[in-house]
Each structure stands twice: as structure tokens, then as C-alpha cells.
Nanobody, 115 residues
Framework: QVRLVESGGGLVQAGGSLRLSCAAS????????MGWYRQAPGNQREFVAN???????NYADSVKGRFTVSRDNTENTVYLQMNSLKPEDTGVYYC?????????WGQGTQVTVSS
């Protein structure tokens, strides 16, 4: 079982920045992919970004050029730097980690971008 604890959400004006953090507990199987998803009210959860152990990253088209995902493998922590935030970025952001063949989720952190 991997426990994920997110922090860093909040309220920001459009054009502002926020940095999310997600600390993962240790896993005997190791943690491979770590990333972020988000869910806006009335919408399905959607992929935002992820990073693999070698450092390769993937982004949703809607956040490319504005968001940066990074990882500290020694601390088992993944970050999401969000710049040039837009009202449509509003939602609950969930940390995700894959360990072995299991998928783990954090409790979510609210990000609200006002216009």
C-alpha cells in the first residue's frame, strides 16, 4: 500500500502560479510513474501530467507550456508547478502513483483560479 499526501492547493487569480507537492510512502515494489490528474465539478477526472523514473514527462495539451512536473526520487515526492493559471484550471487535483501493478491516489487538493 502506498500513501500519497498532497499539499499546495489554494485560491489564485488568473495569471498567477501555484506549486503542488505530493509525498509518497515507501513501497517494497518501488514507485514507477507519478503524476497528477484533476477533476472539475460535473466533469470526469482527467490526466494532467506525469513523470517516469528516468525523467521523461507527459502533459495534457491544455497545460503544455504552462505546467511543469518534476520529481525527487530520493524523497519519493512529485511536484506540479502551475504558471499562467486560467479559470478553467479550477478543480480538485489528485496525485497518482503506480507501484507494481497497483494504482494509488491521494485525497486531492483544491485549486481555484478566479477571473
Amino acid at each position: 500500500q502506498v500513501r500519497l499526501v498532497e499539499s499546495g492547493g489554494g485560491l489564485v487569480q488568473a495569471g498567477g502560479s501555484l506549486r503542488l507537492s505530493c509525498a509518497a510512502s515507501r513501497s517494497p515494489f518501488g514507485i514507477t510513474v507519478m503524476g497528477w490528474y484533476r477533476q472539475a465539478p460535473g466533469n470526469q477526472r482527467e490526466f494532467v501530467a506525469n513523470i517516469v523514473p528516468g525523467g521523461s514527462t507527459n502533459y495534457a495539451d491544455s497545460v503544455k507550456g504552462r505546467f511543469t512536473v518534476s520529481r525527487d526520487n530520493t524523497e519519493n515526492t512529485v511536484y506540479l508547478q502551475m504558471n499562467s493559471l486560467k479559470p478553467e484550471d479550477t478543480g480538485v487535483y489528485y496525485c497518482n502513483a503506480i507501484s507494481g501493478r497497483a494504482n494509488f491516489w491521494g485525497q486531492g487538493t483544491q485549486v481555484t483560479v478566479s477571473s
